[in-house]
């Protein structure tokens, strides 16, 4: 079994709680651009990107990303 991220949800919840991406990656001491990235499924989180993600925006590791599970 193997689990396939399909999209990154973080810029969704950046704007649902009334963000920037500016604002967020100064938040997260990350540059403006790694957000950027994260946001467009460009790269993909750290755990540290995810723990910042939970604690900043409150919500759960499996809300940040849409995954798919293959066989």
Known sequence: ???????????DWIIKKGLTQAEYASMTNRSPRMISYLCSNDRPMHHE?????ELILDVKFNQIYVFEVSK
């Not at 079994?1 to 810029?11: A, T």
């Open 49 to 53: 990107d995810i723990y910042f993600a």
């Open 1 to 11: 079994m193997e689990l396939i991220r399909v999209k990154c949800l973080l810029g």
